[in-house]
């Protein structure tokens, strides 16, 4: 009886720990969801402006994932850098320079059933989410390349706010009479599966002013936001925001990529007016103003 007595002290002991850690890995494994999903979607806010980083912060404040059996929200923590590797402040001096966040998302979990071993487990999970860049576009980028004003320039020699002539892209010279509907799917959806990378030479296509103009029109009416006249003044759903090649021209090489705004009437009254958009700088896939330096990237987690 003494030996069965002990042992069932001992099993019980040892199903109440597995128990507990049971609930402290699930507990640890909500809260690393919660964290990663913040992280992701606030890196998306980062447009190098302080109102950028307010909106991240917003988004992990209503982030909508759960922890302890998602029951409760956690504690989330946040801080900014410019690196991958940090270092991570709270308060970003230069929001311009802000391409990553780092999210600690936290909670006390009570254990029940070896409350003297594990009682009050303070659990953290990190996770670091941030813009990295892209050197080659598959989906989505507009039919047109700008050309660098000094190929050598961060900004390619433009000047945010400004807006720059567009040189049509060949989306498929051997399509015939088909031609004009290609270019016009282009303009509305994108280049999707034809890849252009840093290094690339271009091929420009032949313009046709009324089907370009038109589809322009037909994106733009698509918008959520219709009036405004600037990047700085939209608040749209995006289809005014196109990411494009540019390109060096005196050798058609591509040198880089950057965002651009279709402003209205962006193709003039009539021909032969070029189509132009206004330079915007970083561009986020699949479309919207990033941070930093002008090119194109993507939101990962880097850690």
């Keep these: ?20 850690l049971g ?7 909500e809260l690393q969801a919660a964290a990663d999903s913040a992280a992701v979607s606030a890196a998306y806010e980062l447009d190098g402006t302080a109102g950028g980083v307010a909106r991240a912060l917003d988004r992990v404040a209503s982030n909508p994932n759960r922890w302890n059996f998602g029951t409760e929200a956690p504690e989330f923590a946040v801080a900014f850098a410019a690196a991958p590797d940090g270092p991570f402040v709270a308060a970003p001096p230069k929001p311009e320079q802000i391409q ?34 892209a050197a080659y576009l598959t989906e989505s980028w507009f039919p ?32 015939g009479s088909h031609y004009l509907a290609a270019l016009r799917e282009a303009i509305l959806n994108g280049m999707d599966g034809k890849r252009v990378a840093v290094g690339d030479r271009l091929t420009f296509g032949e313009s046709d002013w009324e089907t370009e103009a038109a589809a322009f029109e037909d994106r733009l009416a698509q918008d959520t936001d219709l009036a405004a006249e600037r990047y700085e003044e939209y608040a749209g759903n995006g289809r005014r925001f196109v990411i494009v090649p540019v390109n060096d021209p005196a050798t058609d090489m591509v040198g880089g990529f950057a965002g651009f705004f279709l402003p209205p009437a962006a193709c003039g009254e009539r021909a032969p007016a070029p189509c132009q958009a206004e330079y915007v700088g970083a561009a986020v896939l699949p479309g919207r103003k990033g941070a930093g330096p002008a090119g194109v990237y993507q939101v990962r987690l880097v850690q």
């Design 1 to 20: 009886m003494a030996t069965a007595a002990f042992g069932l002290v001992l099993l019980v002991g040892v199903t109440g720990l597995v128990v507990d």
């Design 23 to 29: 609930r402290l890995y699930i507990a640890r494994t």
């Design 100 to 133: 990553y966040l780092q999210v600690r998302a936290r909670g006390t979990v009570s254990t029940y059933l070896v409350p003297a071993a594990t009682a009050n487990q303070r659990l953290e999970a990190v996770a670091s989410a941030g813009q990295t860049r």
């Design 144 to 175: 047109y390349a700008a050309d660098a004003l000094d190929p050598k320039d961060a900004d390619f020699g433009y000047r945010s706010g400004q807006r720059y002539p567009l040189r049509l892209i060949d989306v498929g010279g051997g399509l």
